[in-house]
């Protein structure tokens, strides 16, 4: 019994030897693509690969390896993945990310668009054992569908990153957080708050949904080749809670309101076209709500899919911007300048107001029956173009 105790502990053992080497050989492997400026020698090979590919880099596609493996340490880091974690990560480039990504999660979707960086990626990956843990999508990543994930951690390519996060914090995946380095210019409009200079829509439509936390800097010189910009890393977490908000409504408004973000709303609402504009909407909203009410009987509001309103919407509209009698013109721009006044809105700047505020603002317009959103554009893509 006891000699049969002292075999399965050997045994035991034995296992747990092989797994911490392969554990090892894999940091160490890991460590040879990533640490020719830190200190420890690699052969020649790795320490290029780490640095960037043979083949000439686009900055047309942002590519810009980060070769300070502290730096790619902290990111990993901060990111506080889970063993469990499938990690999506948009840009690999040659994978110097990617490779601590795949030691500290179960899983990595890549989505990069150039095949070069994608050869590459796939060979250092195979060289480390982790090939059966990634999957590489060889796409644009603003055009494609992407499959379900814990977590995001990528150092983007910064000329899509708008775009970008409107698609994660708006799209359909519920993940705990995206650790993105950005441009530092970028990441402080993010995380820009009312009545800071920089704060503007993008940063609005971002937190109605998702809470932004800034991270760390990261110097150019992390970089080969070395941009023109610095950057940062901010961690943004999507809300568990949301607002009971139209978005398509909300997009609209946001989009009236920050054109100038700086005029006050009465100055911005009192325009001639924009009272035009919102006349026509709010027109349309009507109408949309008459005929709902008579079909469903019961009324659904404005929607933010496409309807099949949207063929005779077109033509109205045309129709209401040349037939519009100055009187109703000047009645509806009351109406609007009234609510402000009322609300306590008439002398405020948009980029000094919160989230609530707005909403609130929001809420009693449509109340009065002042709508934003031409239901002409409404589909998710033609959202996220917009912004
Ligand atoms: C800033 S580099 C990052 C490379 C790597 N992650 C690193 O940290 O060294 C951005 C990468 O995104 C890729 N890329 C550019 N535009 C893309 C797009 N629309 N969709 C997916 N990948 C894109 C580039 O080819 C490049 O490999």
């Not at 020719?36 to 290029?48: I, L, V």
């Not at 709902?292 to 063929?311: F, H, K």
Request: proline share 4%.
């Amino acid at each position: 019994m006891l000699r049969k105790c002292r075999s399965v502990r050997a045994d035991l053992n034995r296992l747990l030897w092989r797994r911490d080497r392969a554990r090892q050989l894999q940091a160490k492997c890991i460590h040879a693509r990533t640490s020719e400026d830190d200190g420890h020698r690699t052969s020649k090979k790795g320490a290029r690969e780490a640095r960037g590919p043979e083949f000439q880099l686009h900055k047309s596609k942002g590519q810009h390896i980060l070769t300070n493996p502290r730096v790619l340490d902290s990111i990993v880091r901060r990111a506080d993945l889970k063993p469990g974690d499938t990690v999506l990560e948009i840009g690999p480039g040659t994978g110097n990310l990617t490779l601590k990504l795949l030691e500290a999660s179960r899983k990595v979707v890549a989505v990069e668009i150039d095949g070069r960086m994608v050869d590459v990626l796939r060979k250092r990956v195979a060289d480390c054992g982790f090939e059966d843990r990634l999957t590489v999508i060889q796409k644009d990543a603003l055009k494609t569908q992407l499959p379900p994930f814990d977590i995001v951690v990528a150092n983007i390519p910064y000329q899509i990153s708008s775009p970008l996060v409107i698609k994660l914090v708006y799209g359909k995946i519920r993940f705990r957080s995206a650790t993105l380095l950005l441009q530092k210019e970028f990441a402080r409009r993010l995380l820009a708050n009312p009545g800071d200079s920089e704060y503007n829509r993008l940063a609005v439509n971002v937190k109605l949904v998702a809470d932004v936390e800034f991270a760390m800097d990261v110097s150019k010189r992390d970089f080969l080749p070395v941009p023109k910009v610095d950057s940062s890393v901010v961690i943004i977490r999507p809300k568990t809670e949301l607002p009971t908000v139209n978005l398509a409504e909300w997009w609209a408004f946001t989009r009236t309101c920050f054109g100038k973000k700086n005029k006050t709303l009465g100055a911005t609402f009192k325009q001639k076209r924009k009272v035009m504009e919102i006349l026509e909407t709010s027109t349309l909203a009507a109408l949309r709500k008459h005929v709902t009410i008579n079909d469903n009987d019961g009324i659904s509001g404005v929607s933010m899919e496409g309807s099949d309103m949207d063929e005779g919407g077109k033509s109205e509209e045309e129709s209401l911007s040349s037939s519009v009698p100055e009187g109703e013109m000047n009645s509806f721009k009351e109406k609007i300048v009234g609510v402000l006044r009322a609300e306590g809105f008439e002398d405020k700047r948009p980029s000094k107001l919160s989230n609530d505020e707005l909403l609130h603002l929001l809420a009693v317009l449509n109340h009065a029956g002042v709508y934003f959103h031409n239901q002409t554009n409404s589909r998710r893509d033609a959202l996220l173009a917009d912004i």
